[in-house]
Nanobody, 123 residues
Framework: QVQLVESGGGLVQAGGSLRLSCVAS????????MGWFRQAPGKEREFVAGIRWSGGSTFYADSVKGRFTISGDNAKNTVWLQMNSLKPEDTAVYYC????????????????WGQGTQVTVSS
């Protein structure tokens, strides 16, 4: 049974930084892609960043390019999302997700999801 557990959310002032973690368990993830999504109140869940374990290729939404960095450690089955220069519009629940194959930006293409972690950025 696949489990994804996020941590690291919290309250931070605009311009600050947070680092989110996602620990995956339940199978070998070497052929998987991991994604971070977020959902703000009243909005649809949106893709933030993704990484493919095989090769380490990364992808970002335009809104976070240059501010967020996704990385992973295959041996630890852990993915991180380093978030710098945070803005109030980054406030959302952040979710970790996994799918076999390539990184995709559509949430319904992901098979496994964590419970989410709240990130709140005050102005």
């Amino acid at each position: 049974q696949v489990q994804l557990v996020e941590s690291g959310g919290g309250l931070v002032q605009a311009g600050g930084s947070l680092r989110l973690s996602c620990v995956a368990s339940g199978r070998t993830f070497s052929r998987y892609a991991m994604g971070w999504f977020r959902q703000a109140p009243g909005k649809e869940r949106e893709f933030v960043a993704g990484i493919r374990w095989s090769g380490g290729s990364t992808f970002y939404a335009d809104s976070v390019k240059g501010r967020f960095t996704i990385s992973g450690d295959n041996a630890k089955n852990t993915v991180w999302l380093q978030m710098n220069s945070l803005k109030p519009e980054d406030t959302a629940v952040y979710y970790c997700a996994a799918r076999e194959g390539l990184v995709l930006t559509t949430q319904r293409r992901y098979d496994y999801w964590g419970q989410g972690t709240q990130v709140t950025v005050s102005s």
